[in-house]
């Protein structure tokens, strides 16, 4: 554990399902549940004010402000990442950005996990990550079914939303380890974060993993 980052509050506002977490000690001791479908820059510090309250737990309190970094939800990323910069200078502390896909893999259980999200346009994001939460390889953004032609080793644990499960049926991954996504990641985010030291908040950066459909039009366009 990082002892700078005894007491942490992650947040997820990578899709309409997110999600507030406080960890202290190692432990999660409060979480909650967010569903906005108009997004969450209205609702994110609120609840985070009745969060803390409820736990009796400061603002000052926290060692560390973490946000999923993506991929997810372009608005999403930004909202919660301005939100844990703008906290963690106020407080003069520590944030860290965390993988939504490294979060997916810390609930994991095998040596080498699967980690896919739905990237839509017949994509995911997908990524393979090891017992120490290490990315073996660049996460990626493909055909689901190009991925897995990728994949050599002779075991996977497979931790994704519930409705992918289906495309691996009549492939050799039909029978491995499969774990459904949970929709709320703020637990798994701030666990990741305790494991790393933190950074100065002004260098926290996006990991969008693939382009904006506005980026690419100003660019290839």
């Given at each position: ?34 569903h906005s479908p108009e997004g969450f820059a209205h609702v994110i510090f609120p609840a985070v004010e009745r ?95 190009a991925w897995l032609e990728a994949l050599e080793a002779p075991e996977y644990e497979f931790i994704a939303e ?60």
């Open positions: 554990m990082c002892v700078r980052c005894v007491r942490i509050l992650a947040l997820d506002t990578t899709s309409e399902f997110g999600s507030l977490a406080l960890r202290s000690e190692g432990a999660t001791s409060a979480e909650v549940a967010l969060l803390l309250a409820g736990a009796g737990v400061a603002l000052g309190e926290i060692d560390c402000f973490a946000a999923t970094s993506g991929p997810g939800s372009f608005t999403g990323v930004r909202v919660g990442l301005a939100a844990v910069k703008g906290l963690a200078e106020a407080m003069g502390k520590r944030a860290a950005g965390v993988s939504n896909l490294q979060a997916l893999a810390s609930l994991g259980g095998a040596p080498l996990r699967a980690v896919l999200l739905d990237a839509r346009r017949g994509q995911v994001y997908a990524a393979v990550y090891n017992s120490e939460l290490e990315a073996v390889g660049a996460e990626a953004v493909i055909a689901l079914g519930a409705k992918l499960r289906a495309h691996l049926a009549g492939t050799r991954f039909e029978s491995m380890p499969f774990l459904d996504a949970p929709r709320s990641l703020a637990a798994a985010v701030a666990y990741c974060a305790e494991k790393s030291s933190g950074v100065d908040p002004a260098v926290l950066d996006a990991n969008y993993v693939r382009r904006s459909d506005a980026e690419l039009f100003w660019k290839d366009g």
